[in-house]
């Protein structure tokens, strides 16, 4: 029934824009992650700006603040066309965020994710004064990899993002080991070494701030 789910997106969207008046909202995550795709389809791109559109239309009339944005997980020609339609002049989305983590290959993944958000934004030119870019569910593999290629990992996204103006926000995931073990804090309440990664970016950010 794929009017009653977008019945039920809009209305949720409305429900957590006036419950949590969040300041960015993403209505639909990553709609070409893995889980998406297993729950509602793989769907084309002209479906999702539909859907998305409708989503910001709801979110801006609980609150106008509301920034709405999508994220882009699979890095494909869909998720390339959804950014650049985020981030068009004519679009009511301001938000077009991108998932940062390793592959089976390591920081190599990181590198080839990081490097496509390059390609992107240099496409969409110059991005308007409403418009911005961020990297959400920035994450790695401590269990797999090492809590040092985590904090590497992290590092390395925030010092790619503050090489980029557009670049607004760094969000990295998870904080615990809830559903997978790639939390900041491992389960048995211990800080994993990529916190202290952040501070030290967040204290470097703040020094080098112009006044």
Known sequence: ????????????????GRALRPDVLLPAGAPYAPATVAAVGRLAPDAWRRSL????DQARAVNARIRVGV?????????SALFAWALAA???LQVAAVQVHPSFSGAAGVDARLRAADRWMR???????????WLLDVYAFPGTHGEASQE???????????AHPAVRGVVA?????????????????R??????GMRRARATLRETVVP
């Open 1 to 16: 029934d794929p009017a009653g789910f977008e019945r039920r997106r809009r209305q949720l969207v409305d429900r957590v």
């Open 53 to 56: 559109a409708a989503a910001a």
């Open 71 to 79: 994220q882009a997980a699979a890095f494909d020609a869909a998720d």
């Open 90 to 92: 004519d679009s009511p």
């Open 123 to 133: 496409a969409a030119g110059p991005l308007a004064a409403t418009k911005s870019v």
């Open 152 to 162: 590497r990992t992290v590092w390395h996204a925030i010092a790619w993002a503050s």
């Open 173 to 189: 995931a998870e904080p615990g080991d809830y559903t997978r073990t790639t939390g900041l804090r491992a389960a048995n309440g």
């Open 191 to 196: 800080l994993r070494s990529a916190v202290a």
